[in-house]
């Protein structure tokens, strides 16, 4: 067996090979960019070695660089995890040159499935079922729109070297043919280098099925049963499941048994997953093979008591398959969510920041098995959560990779029960820095769509008033958690300052009147950075002696009392209503966590502003770390309330800075191409009087 591997990837998928390698007495050995230099996957590694500066192609996409690392080290094999240069069959062939082994595909089956069409025309001599369409080398436009209206209206076209929903157009009638395919072509040519494209039938809520198949050096195949993956947006998954609901036994051996002959027709060994679309009659076709691990490899783990990357390592190795097609079978159900930085309600935008605090679901390990000899015992049930993750508190989420926190994976004896531990699960974490995902992942996972599996890769489309519901004033509970917050807060600081004289009242925030109560008036407001429009609230507080009187927005008071704390843990009585909940101080934002819903409060703090301007002119700010690529208005010119200002890249996307009100640009404070920090002002401005 290997005795070192390099691990040419970071994050999560990083962590978790190190973890195997581990357990398996394998020392690693990290690769890390400038911006990763105290990142977790890091530190859990044996060695780890600068590759360059953050963005990937100075370091991650350094082919020549990681191997010269590896040979330095001494590793015997690279793991090259997802993304990067795992599917590159240049850097598969140059490991092989310098005598190391590549644990992943030959060359030559990423070659075959690297096109969209070559792939096609190999399946359709294996007998894999495809979806009507054309898939060869003629690119006239006339002769393309000919295919198309054979096919039958509505037709997908789809860049034949693309990915990630780039290069791709649904056509609904004849009419729209011509002007559809320019644009693919014009966005294939710029995202891939490569302007050829393919026509396929467009199949109407069609469901993202894939088949996780598995081969050795010795001619062995087997596929490891199906995983759901339609839930997506922008063609990118955000739900997985294994095994898929409402899938006949009939269907997943024939579904399998295509992916085998998928893997064999390309001489593949190791980890691959082929992707089929399935009507909602159950018919299904090959769409693609990812010759690589997935990312949502974990829920087939848990259904099946295997670790695939031990799986990997010992395929690498020369070793036969761990198991045999008839010793698998599925126990229970497995459901993955992908918590990443992003805000839903602002189309999904990348959020760059500081995990500040993050408190996460309790996890009991997950023991991975079944790597061992042929015919092992797969282990007893898994554990009910697990949380793969390349992040800690204090860590940063940089505008240069994928922004990923964690995958919460969670196994029930059934749909039902991983349903119910993924609802409660994505209630417990709480994180404050940046925008998550989670409260949109909980609605996701708790609506009626999901929960009753009616799937389809169009669900959060079909769903979108559910899904994205307009915003909700805060509820008196969350309201009265943050005043008792503040309040305790306050106490714990002046008794740190009073020292031994304790006794003096007038050194206490106790609310601490001669003749009569303290009535105090407390200003909050929703986050304005999450959601608008924000609402404000007014909060009056009286105290008491054991307790207080609250009211909310000139209400009817009602008796508030603390009844335990831990840290930021409380539990209030409001009323005759016991509320529990977290308070989490980031500056001015109070983020309180009651009810499986996260309220971030804006506290108006009447000492924190004292003696600031308020003559000063507005300043528009960047929204997250990232480069100047326009600047659209001169220092002096008058502007409308939304008319463009600055045009920023970041995270792969523009974002475009906007006039707020009708007003006058001061100043410019930034260049096209220079670098800008998260909250940065990129210019000075005054609103029109």
């Not at 206490?508 to 608008?532: I, V």
Request: proline share 5%.
């Amino acid at each position: 067996m290997f005795t070192k591997i390099l691990i040419a990837n970071r994050g999560e998928i990083a962590c978790r090979v190190a973890a195997t390698a581990r357990r398996m007495g394998i020392k690693t050995v990290a690769v890390y960019s400038e911006a990763d230099a105290s990142a977790k996957h890091v530190a859990v590694c044996d060695e780890a070695v600068l590759l360059g500066p953050a963005p990937a192609k100075e370091s991650y996409l350094r082919g020549d660089k990681i191997i010269e690392v590896a040979l330095a080290t001494g590793a015997q094999a690279i793991h090259p995890g997802y993304g990067f240069l795992s599917e590159n069959a240049e850097f598969a062939d140059a490991c092989a040159a310098a005598g190391l082994v590549f644990i992943g595909p030959p060359a030559s089956a990423m070659r075959a499935m690297g096109s969209k069409s070559a792939a096609k025309s190999l399946m359709e001599k294996a007998n894999v079922p495809l979806v009507p369409g054309y898939h060869g080398d003629e690119q006239d436009a006339d002769f393309l729109h000919a295919q198309a209206d054979r096919i039958g209206y509505p037709v997908l076209l789809k860049a034949s070297a693309g990915g990630g929903g780039k290069g791709m157009r649904v056509i609904d009638n004849t009419a729209d043919f011509k002007a559809a395919l320019a644009s693919c072509k014009r966005e294939a040519i710029s995202s891939f280098g490569d302007d050829k494209v393919l026509a396929e039938k467009y199949l109407q809520r069609p469901r993202h099925i894939e088949i996780q198949v598995f081969a050795d050096t010795l001619g062995n195949c087997i596929y490891l049963f199906e995983r759901d993956c339609s839930v997506q947006r922008r063609h990118q998954k955000v739900l997985e499941e294994a095994p898929a609901p409402n899938m006949p036994a009939e269907r997943r051996a024939a579904m399998g048994e295509a992916a085998v002959a998928a893997a064999k027709a390309v001489g593949y060994v190791g980890a691959g997953t082929v992707e089929f679309i399935a009507n909602q009659d159950g018919s299904f076709y090959f769409m693609e093979m990812n010759t690589r691990l997935q990312v949502e490899h974990p829920v087939t783990e848990m259904i099946t008591g295997t670790d695939l990357v031990e799986w990997q390592i010992r395929v690498a190795f020369g070793e036969p398959l761990p198991r045999k097609q008839h010793e698998l079978a599925i126990q229970g159900h497995a459901i993955e969510a992908r918590i990443y930085a992003e805000n839903p309600e602002k189309g999904f935008l990348p959020s760059i920041g500081t995990l500040r605090h993050m408190d996460t679901p309790a996890a009991v390990t997950f023991e991975l098995g079944g790597g061992g000899a042929a015919g092992s015992a797969a282990p007893n049930l898994p554990a009910a959560v697990r949380i793969d993750s390349g992040v800690r508190e204090g860590d940063a989420i940089s505008p240069y990779y994928d922004p990923m926190i964690a995958k919460l994976i969670v196994w029930g004896a059934d749909r039902k029960q991983a349903l119910a531990r993924m609802a409660q699960a994505l209630a417990q974490y709480k994180i404050v820095g940046l925008a998550t995902n989670i409260a949109f992942l909980k609605r996701l996972v708790e609506g009626d769509a999901f929960a009753n599996a009616d799937l389809d890769t169009g669900l959060i489309e079909r769903n979108q008033d559910s899904l994205f519901p307009a915003a909700h004033a805060a509820p008196s509970a969350a309201l009265a958690l943050a005043a008792v917050s503040l309040i305790e807060s306050e106490k714990d600081a002046a008794a740190a300052q009073s020292g031994a004289n304790r006794a003096d009242p007038w050194g206490q925030a106790l609310g601490w009147r001669m003749n009569f109560p303290y009535a105090r008036a407390l200003s909050f407001a929703d986050d304005y950075a999450a959601t608008l429009p924000a609402k404000a609230y007014g909060v009056a507080v009286t105290y008491r002696a054991t307790d207080w009187l609250f009211a909310r927005d000139g209400g009817e008071p009602q008796v508030l009392s603390l009844m335990q704390q831990d840290g930021s843990d409380l539990s209030i009585k409001l009323g005759n209503t016991a509320v529990h909940g977290t308070v989490r101080r980031d500056g001015e934002l109070l983020h309180v966590f009651t009810g499986g819903q996260h309220y971030p409060l804006h506290y108006n703090d009447p000492m924190a502003h004292a003696g600031e301007s308020e003559a000063e002119g507005g300043r528009l700010t960047a929204p997250m770390p990232g480069k100047v690529v326009a600047v659209l208005a001169a220092k002096g010119q008058d502007v409308k309330k939304g008319e463009a200002l600055v045009i920023m890249e970041a995270m792969k996307m523009e974002h475009t800075i906007a006039a707020p009100h009708d007003g006058l640009v001061e100043e410019i404070l930034y260049n096209v191409g220079d670098q800008v920090a998260d909250g940065a002002p990129l210019l000075a401005f005054k609103a029109a009087a």
